[in-house]
């Protein structure tokens, strides 16, 4: 089946400093790549969508100069939390979706980032 | 916008028995998709079961069901002969099926609890 790593699995940073986040589709091309965030005990929210070579799609309320998306190519997405802050704690997850037979149409997650700003 | 709903923040289920978890939606939409997906404690994002809104049979996976309810809107999830291993967080999902429709709505989530 189709496989969604994330890297780091945790991290601890301290407030101000930059965080980057790798979301890589390890056996499929990920022609759609989303960035979800979510706060303990509540569901996911979506931040972002991007797609292969084109600039990302923020939600409503999602600062894009703090939360930097590129999606250079159809394996890796990173998520760049700039200057974090403890706000800005949460549990990252990414999801990517294909365009082969097997995987258009189905969405694919990947295990998660924990950021924790002190 | 569509919304999803989920009214039981938590249930619990003897080991062996079934339960049914509760999720409706709201859509102007005729074409979508449904899902179910399961986050246990590791808070991997598992797909349990998906419905495509045109086809009026239930989805079937395994142990799982769902009861599709299209005019209700209405989405529920059963789990039969519950496991151990059932126990997770529950998040009921919307997608349109539009092509630029792709991002899911989750919904608030129902927290599973199984009895040994």
């Known amino acids: 089946g189709a496989v969604v790593s994330q890297h780091p699995s945790r991290v601890i940073c301290k407030s101000g400093t930059s965080v980057k986040i790798e979301c890589r589709s390890l056996d499929f091309q990920a022609t759609t790549m989303f960035w979800y965030r979510q706060f303990p005990k509540q569901s996911l929210m979506l931040m972002a969508t991007s797609n292969e070579g084109s600039k990302a799609t923020y939600e409503q309320g999602v600062e894009k100069d703090k939360f930097l998306i590129n999606h250079a190519s159809l394996t890796l997405s990173t998520l760049t939390v700039a200057s974090a802050h403890p706000e800005d704690s949460s549990f990252y997850i990414c999801?990517?979706?294909?365009?082969?037979?097997?995987?258009?149409?189905?969405?694919?997650f990947g295990p998660g980032t924990r950021l924790t700003v002190l | 916008a569509q919304t999803v709903t989920q009214s039981q923040p938590e249930m619990s289920v003897q080991e062996a028995e079934t339960v049914t978890l509760s999720c409706t939606y709201d859509?102007?939409?005729?074409?979508?998709?449904l899902f179910w997906y399961k986050q246990p404690p590791s808070r991997q994002m598992i797909l349990v079961i998906r419905q495509e809104a045109y086809k009026q049979q239930n989805a079937t996976e395994n142990r799982f069901s769902v009861n599709f309810q299209k005019a209700a809107k209405s989405f529920s999830l059963k789990i039969s002969d519950s496991q151990l291993g059932d126990a997770a967080m529950y998040f009921c999902a919307y997608r349109s099926a539009k092509s630029s429709g792709d991002k899911l709505t989750f919904g608030t989530g129902t927290r599973l609890a199984v009895r040994p």
């Open positions: 999801c990517a979706m294909g365009s082969t037979a097997i995987t258009t149409d189905t969405q694919y």
């Open positions: 859509t102007s939409e005729s074409d979508y998709y």
